[in-house]
């Protein structure tokens, strides 16, 4: 066994079987490990960011680590900003970076960069494996941090010398996560005490809260108290539609964000941060939240939410039965497609479990309103607000749930980042539908130079902000990466597309005419 078998080893004996991956010179030993072990399930992504944001939506759904496999610093680099994504979803991650082998370092060759430092502001830990008897203990070390907690982002950097080098250094035992923290009895207390003292009170929460059963015992709870229960504005995973308790998200545009809290006299946190705007915009609070609002955090990112809900049902009480939302949808409309047609013939024809990931940006903003009723799915988001995660990301979920509909709602401009993902989803033979709202513009930028008071667009702003010359042929760019794809531009042709795109298996790509 060389240092290389042994990360596999290790990776293995801990359950994490499938690697996103995009090699160089200095990992072809760990590919050679990886060549190895058929229980290893190697995904080629065509650029780092499809690697990085594959893994985040893996972790979303498999709801553990996957590995990924980067090329050195510019290799790491081309991947932050989807890990940073994936750090805000708070998704387990272990990253394995090549390194130059421990003499060729000093040497300066061309690929030599600082990838510690490149690594750090997107990784909760950061190690090096410089000698093959280290690295399954080092590769231990980065699984105990990515399952720590709500889960983190582990960066092992792997020199080309420790993995060719020899070794008979056992594989470590598997690792035993940090359980998460028990919740705090006075926090409880406080929370409960405020949801009982009858002031205007909003439940702000997210990640685990947003699963069916804590989402139920919420609402019982929000119900026997009057209070509102909402979640934050991006969440890694959410479980909604028929048979589940329709939660609404804090507004994303800021006018409406303040809106929702103006009457709230308290606030009390479960996962959740108390809500700030996007961006600071001249004029305007940073904070959501009126002047005197009094935040109770009552459990962190980090605590075990099911038992701090439990904890608090058991202080305040509980309605005997959640409300839950009937299977329904509202009239399909004719005639020019919109993004709201989008919506409501998803909410008809979406299949029972389907896993739904949105980057559609302003596209899905409306997106709750006509599917609260829609076959029971996960809702996945954009969770650190660097777009380029969507293709990605559906891509991770479609390797992690081989046996569910992944539907990716796709804003055009946020699509081209990462656009090799569909690539990856037609080599895997992935079941991705993608849906793209091809509005030709960053809509949403054309809003935001508004609202930041800069003013309207003249021919300069417009060349930054709109994309309509050339227009994107995003049937002929999907059929390029072996991605069947169709376009609509009618709600009517909308229909029938989608309907046929869920009766067939792999993926399929629909350009929305918007
Ligand atoms: C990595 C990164 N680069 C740039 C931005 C700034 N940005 C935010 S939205 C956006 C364009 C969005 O356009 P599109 O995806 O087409 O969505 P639309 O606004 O049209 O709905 C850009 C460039 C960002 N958020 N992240
Ligand atoms: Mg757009």
């Not at 950061?126 to 720590?148: K, L, N, P, W, Y």
């Not at 109770?296 to 005997?320: C, F, K, N, V």
């Not at 033979?429 to 809509?443: E, G, M, P, Q, S």
């Amino acid at each position: 066994m060389n240092g290389a078998d042994l990360l596999c080893e290790t990776l293995l004996a801990n359950g994490i079987d499938t690697c996103f991956a995009n090699p160089g010179t200095s990992e072809m030993h760990f590919v050679a490990a990886l060549d190895r072990q058929p229980r290893m399930r190697c995904v080629l992504g065509l650029f780092e960011g499809v690697v990085t944001g594959a893994a985040d939506g893996y972790a979303r759904m498999a709801e553990k680590p996957a590995a990924t496999l980067l090329h050195l610093g510019p290799g790491l680099a081309n991947g932050l900003a989807n890990m940073h994504n994936a750090r805000r979803a708070r998704s387990p991650m272990v990253n394995v970076v090549g390194d130059h082998a421990t003499c060729h370092l000093p040497l300066d060759a061309p690929l030599t960069s600082d990838i510690d430092s490149l690594a750090r502001p997107m990784s909760h830990w950061v190690g090096r494996a410089e000698a093959a008897d280290a690295v399954g203990s080092r590769t231990a070390e980065a699984i105990g941090a990515a399952r720590a907690g709500a889960g983190g982002i582990a960066t092992l950097i792997l020199h080309a010398d420790a993995a060719w080098t020899r070794t008979s250094a056992p594989v470590p035992a598997a690792v035993v996560p940090a359980a998460p923290a028990a919740p705090d009895p006075a926090r409880i207390r406080a929370a409960a005490e405020a949801l009982r003292n009858g002031k205007r009170t909003t439940i702000l929460v997210t990640g685990r809260a947003l699963r069916a059963p804590q989402a139920e015992m919420l609402d019982r709870i929000a119900q026997k108290t009057g209070a509102r229960l909402m979640a934050q504005q991006a969440n890694a995973r959410m479980q909604r539609g028929a048979g589940r308790v329709a939660l609404d998200r804090v507004p994303y545009v800021i006018d409406q964000a303040l809106a929702t809290f103006a009457e709230t006299e308290q606030l009390v946190l479960i996962g959740a941060n108390a809500p700030v705007g996007f961006f600071a915009y001249p004029g305007k609070p940073g904070s959501m939240l009126p002047e005197g609002c009094r935040v109770i955090a009552m459990a962190g990112a980090d605590d075990d939410l099911p038992a701090a809900i439990a904890a608090l049902a058991g202080e305040t009480g509980m309605a005997s039965a959640p409300r839950l939302a009937e299977r329904g949808a509202p009239d399909m409309p004719g005639g020019a497609l919109t993004p709201d047609a989008i919506a409501v013939a998803l909410a008809h024809l979406m299949p029972e479990n389907a896993i739904v990931c949105d980057e559609s940006v302003t596209s899905g903003r409306d997106f709750f309103r006509s599917t609260h009723g829609a076959a029971p799915h996960d809702f996945l988001q954009l969770t650190g607000g660097s777009i380029g995660e969507g293709i990605p990301m559906a891509t991770g979920a479609a390797v992690a749930c081989p046996d569910r509909k992944v539907i990716g709602l796709q804003a055009d401009g946020s699509g081209m980042y990462t656009v090799q993902g569909l690539w990856t989803q037609a080599r895997e033979r992935l079941d991705v539908v993608t849906i793209v709202f091809a509005n030709r513009l960053y809509k949403i930028l054309h809003g935001e130079l508004q609202n930041v008071g800069a003013g309207t667009p003249g021919e300069n702003a417009r060349r930054m902000l709109d994309l309509d010359d050339p227009a994107l042929d995003w049937v002929r760019i999907a059929g390029g990466m072996g991605v069947e794809a169709a376009r609509a531009d009618t709600a009517e042709a909308f229909f029938d597309l989608l309907r046929s795109a869920m009766s067939r298996k792999g993926p399929f790509l629909i350009e929305a005419v918007v």
